[in-house]
């Protein structure tokens, strides 16, 4: 089944891929490069599926870890999701090292974290050709790679028990960490090159994204019935609420906004926003807007005629910063991105909106089970996933005043 699962979303990524029309009368070559590489990629799998076929019929047998590297080359959110993982882990083997392995912009993200001993920083480059995430790099190709060997040959000394490959897509080469030589080594069924993988964690588009997790630690002795939902951030800089701007927080309520996402797609009409800010606002509360600098324009928008009383605009703040003003919000109001798992971190009351059939892939997952790839989708009580297509401004700020 894992195989069948496999090739499937191969193919159908390809077509996916081929028959959007952003893609056919695209002028980004970039686009085009993934057409191509996906049709490569299709039968140097199926020969490497071949030739490593032995390890899915003779699995290695467990070994207790001792060392463990995670390897997590992703954006911020899906890097902090993951360190649920992290107190499972620990409970399970109290004594185990871990190791984490991300981007360098993500690193700030797990700064401080009690569960991990050493952060290590990958430059991938094909990251920055993800649509919605592009972005100048640092370094150039040539420099990012020479890095990366460096990193290959540093990681390989930990001689570690298992390497854990937290990516399911496209880029996540099991390539890469075989050659850090780790006893074992976990991934996706549907990562690349998941031949060279000692052992294959399910990964289903119908699936709640903490099962699919869930699964990288299987092959740990890691039962689901031992899981608990505990993602971990502690990077704070309580002296933003030293700056002018900032003094009033000490001693108002407030909440704060993230409404801008990547993908145009998932965003909320600036009219809701707008009339859910005011009305939150007139009930004698802050609003703080977060986001990056790219993101303002956005934000501006939403407050084009509203006067600026209690109302904050951040989108300068370092992630320490902004730690710090997620920890002491009231509330959070935001589309399903890294904010909100920022928030959900903090164990802040979070009103998420979010487009059930975003994640929908036609063929592979189905249109009733799409929303339960949202990565917040599994909390209770004080968090409120609600579907920006159906729910209504009125319901939004009766629940946003609920916490003013």
């Not at 030589?181 to 060279?196: G, M, N, V």
């Not at 009219?271 to 939150?280: A, D, G, M, P, S």
Request: charged content about 25%.
């Amino acid at each position: 089944m894992q195989l069948i699962r496999k090739y499937k979303s191969l193919f159908i990524s390809l077509r996916s891929n081929i028959l959007r029309k952003k893609f056919l009368f695209s002028k980004t070559i970039v686009k085009w490069i993934k057409i191509v590489y996906l049709i490569v990629e299709i039968p140097f799998e199926l020969v490497g599926d071949i030739l490593f076929s032995c390890k899915r019929i003779f699995k290695k047998k467990f070994i207790e870890p001792q060392k463990i590297l995670i390897v997590r080359i992703d954006q911020f959110g899906d890097v902090l999701f993951s360190t649920f993982l992290l107190p499972i882990l620990k409970k399970k083997y109290p004594e185990c090292d871990i190791d984490y392995l991300v981007n360098p912009k993500t690193s700030a993200v797990l700064k401080n974290n009690q569960y991990i001993r050493n952060t290590y920083l990958w430059d991938e480059v094909a990251l920055h050709f993800i649509a919605g995430r592009k972005e100048a790099s640092k370094t150039s190709i040539s420099q990012a790679l020479k890095n990366n060997r460096e990193i290959i040959k540093q990681l390989k000394g930990e001689n570690y028990d298992y390497v854990i490959n937290g990516r399911a897509f496209i880029p996540s080469s099991n390539i890469w960490w075989k050659l850090i030589k780790p006893k074992r080594l976990i991934a996706f069924d549907i990562s690349e090159q998941s031949f060279l993988a000692d052992y294959w964690a399910e990964y289903s588009l119908q699936s709640e994204e903490w099962e699919n997790y869930m699964n990288l630690l299987l092959p740990l002795g890691v039962k689901k019935s031992e899981f608990f939902y505990e993602p971990t951030f502690n990077n704070f800089n309580d002296s933003i609420f030293d700056k002018y701007e900032f003094k009033s927080l000490k001693e108002r309520n407030y909440m704060v906004c993230a409404p801008v996402s990547f993908d145009k797609d998932r965003q909320w009409e600036i009219e809701n926003w707008r009339k859910v800010i005011l009305e939150y606002r007139d009930a004698g509360n802050v609003v703080v807007f977060t986001g990056i600098e790219s993101q303002l324009e956005y934000i501006r928008n939403i407050l084009d005629g509203v006067d600026g009383k209690d109302i904050i605009v951040a989108t300068n703040l370092s992630l320490p910063e902004l730690g710090s003003i997620y920890k002491n919000a009231k509330l959070f109001l935001g589309i399903e991105s890294f904010p909100a798992h920022l928030a959900l971190a903090l164990r802040k009351p979070i009103i998420c909106l979010m487009r059930n059939d975003a994640y929908y892939l036609k063929g592979f997952s189905s249109i009733k089970t799409a929303s339960a790839r949202s990565m917040i989708s599994l909390l209770e009580g004080r968090v409120f996933a609600l579907d920006i297509k159906t729910t209504s401004v009125e319901k939004v700020v009766k629940i946003a005043k609920s916490f003013g």
